[in-house]
């Protein structure tokens, strides 16, 4: 089955910095997701983005299905971007079985 | 909109009680799922649903159940508790497949 990876694992930042979080792909999708999770554990949908690049506030997102990686990019990071990003898959193709990554965990010292 | 809804927040059981994990969403969502989280290995499927009446297997289905009798309700059933379904649960749903995904709080079950 597809295989999805995130890197880098852990990520350390002061507040302030730029920072760019990785996912790869083994096979072509149709819808890739990220989502955020905050240390009380909540899941929040950051970015439905098959194909292109949008941006919300200072977070930005670009997929390039053909290469088969996503990257999230964070701008002034704060202290509140802190907790786990997802990225999620579909197993194949027009199936509604998602496959989540295993996140990059960030930390964002003030 | 209340969006995704999961009680309990906290449940602890014996091994062997059964229990039932509720999940409401107000959004008139078709798609809906259920996840459990654990320590390093990311999200997992349990169980789907593409509309009322219509459920199917995710990746990890052994040991719980499903019904989808509303468009607005998807409860998922722990029929004889163990020790290895200790994790948290998260319900999600989203308007069509394909489409954004919205979870709940989630729901941290122990099993003893």
């Known amino acids: 089955g597809i295989q999805v990876e995130q890197s880098p694992p852990d990520l350390i930042l002061q507040e302030g910095a730029n920072s760019t979080l990785r996912c790869n792909f083994s096979?072509?999708?149709?819808?890739l997701q990220w989502f955020h999770q905050n240390p009380w554990g909540q899941l929040i949908n950051l970015f439905y983005i098959p194909s292109g690049t949008k941006q919300n506030g200072r977070l930005s997102a670009t997929t390039v299905a053909t290469e088969r990686y996503s990257l999230l990019y964070i701008s002034s990071s704060q202290t509140t971007d802190s907790g786990v990003y997802f990225c999620a898959v579909p197993v194949s193709y027009n199936t509604d079985k998602l496959i989540f990554g295993t996140g990059t965990r960030l930390q964002v010292f003030p | 909109n209340a969006g995704v809804t999961q009680t309990p927040k906290f449940q602890v059981l014996k091994t062997g009680q059964s229990m039932t994990l509720q999940c409401a969403q107000d959004?008139?969502?078709?798609?809906m799922s259920w996840y459990r989280q654990d320590p390093g290995m990311g999200l997992r499927l349990i169980h789907y649903s593409v509309g009322a009446g219509i459920t199917d297997q995710g990746e990890v289905p052994n040991g719980y159940n499903v019904s989808r009798s509303t468009t607005e309700d998807f409860p998922l059933r722990l029929l004889s508790a163990a020790p290895s379904q200790t994790s948290v649960y998260f319900c999600a749903s989203s308007y069509e497949r394909d489409e954004k995904l919205f979870f709940g709080s989630g729901t941290q079950l122990s099993v003893l």
């Open positions: 096979d072509s999708v149709n819808n």
């Open positions: 959004m008139n969502h078709e798609y």
